[in-house]
Nanobody, 117 residues
Framework: QVQLVESGGGLVQAGGSLRLSCAASGNIGSINRMAWYRQAPGKQRDMVAA???????NYADSVKGRFTISRDGAKTALYLQMNSLKPEDTADYYCNANVGRNWESYWGQGTQVTVSS
């Protein structure tokens, strides 16, 4: 099992920046991929950015050029640097890890990001 704890959310004005962190513990050696998802009220949860154990990174089109995903080498922490924030970035942000041969999915509890116009 893997435990994930997010932090760093908050209220920011449009154009501002926030940095989200996700602390991972447990069977971190078996993590294949880590990602950030977000879910706005009344909407589905969508992937924002992902990074594989090999370092391949993907971003949702809506955040390319504004958000940067990174991790520490030991896979104990995942980060999301969010710049040029827009009101439409307002959502609960979740850290996700896919673990083991079956790519079992684990989630953090989420952290709220609110961008005011």
């Amino acid at each position: 099992q893997v435990q994930l704890v997010e932090s760093g959310g908050g209220l920011v004005q449009a154009g501002g920046s926030l940095r989200l962190s996700c602390a991972a513990s447990g069977n971190i050696g078996s993590i294949n991929r880590m990602a950030w998802y977000r879910q706005a009220p009344g909407k589905q949860r969508d992937m924002v950015a992902a990074i594989t154990s090999g370092g391949t990174i993907n971003y949702a089109d809506s955040v390319k050029g504004r958000f940067t995903i990174s991790r520490d080498g030991a896979k104990t922490a995942l980060y999301l640097q969010m710049n040029s924030l827009k009101p439409e970035d307002t959502a609960d942000y979740y850290c996700n890890a896919n673990v083991g041969r079956n790519w079992e999915s684990y989630w953090g509890q989420g952290t709220q990001v609110t961008v005011s116009s």
